[in-house]
């Protein structure tokens, strides 16, 4: 896969999730991020009033704005440094909560290609980095914001997720129909994707997720 920021990978698909078929934020001001115009005290202030909720990390939405996956997207992605935003995706968790999938993450989880060159993220950054090999297929934005695919993000969940989580996650990107990312899918892509580590242990994860949609 050419790098995140070259112009052989400028233009993935435009995946658009926002409530009206455009991300939110073109209108401008739904989303305030502490440091522009209000400090941080403000915004928690304007919080406790009613007037705008916490999304991720220090960036609010006006409480006027109904959050979306693009809001999401375009909120997660403040959370990492400006010079490496066109070179990483959000990915895993914060992927799948994008979609709507998962809960709040607790860490921002960026993926990069392995085979180029990344700047390490600053000491306590509320990100942690994945070097991994990305396909030319894995990658779409969302919002105008780069995230992994429903596929990709379930693959990564079956395979890197948490135990307490990684089937609920499955479950619900399976159960997305917006989506189009069904477990059957996602089952036949990781049985013919060569040398996964743990792979048994996801395919158990993905076959528990689809047993439980067929009992419901």
């Known amino acids: 896969m050419p790098p ?21 934020t073109s ?6 991020h502490a440091g522009e115009v209000f400090t941080s005290p403000e915004l928690q202030a304007m919080r ?10 220090d960036t609010y939405l006006r409480s006027d704005f109904r959050e979306d996956p693009a809001l999401r997207a375009q909120a997660a992605v403040r959370c990492v440094p400006a ?10 968790t914060c992927a799948a ?7 709040l993450p607790a860490l921002i989880s960026l993926v990069t290609d392995h085979r180029r060159r990344t700047t390490a993220l600053p000491p306590f950054s509320p990100a942690v980095m994945h070097q991994v090999a990305l396909g030319p297929f894995d990658v779409n934005l969302v919002g105008g914001v780069s995230v992994t695919t429903p596929l990709r993000t379930a693959l990564d969940i079956a395979v890197h997720g948490e135990d307490t ?32 580590p743990g792979k048994t242990k996801a395919l158990t994860r993905l076959r528990l997720a689809r047993q439980h949609r067929c009992r419901v």
């Open 4 to 24: 995140l920021d070259s112009s052989d990978a400028a233009a993935p698909p435009e995946r658009i999730l926002g409530a009206d078929g455009r991300p939110l």
């Open 27 to 32: 209108t401008g001001g739904a989303l305030l």
């Open 48 to 57: 406790l009033d009613g007037l705008v909720r916490l999304v991720i990390g």
């Open 83 to 92: 010079p490496l935003r066109a070179r990483v995706a959000l990915g895993r």
């Open 97 to 103: 909560w994008i979609y709507g999938c998962a809960p």
């Open 165 to 196: 989580d990684a089937v609920p996650i499955l479950r619900a990107i399976g159960s997305a129909g917006n989506l189009g990312c069904p477990l059957r899918l996602v089952e036949a892509a990781l049985v013919t994707t060569p040398r996964v």
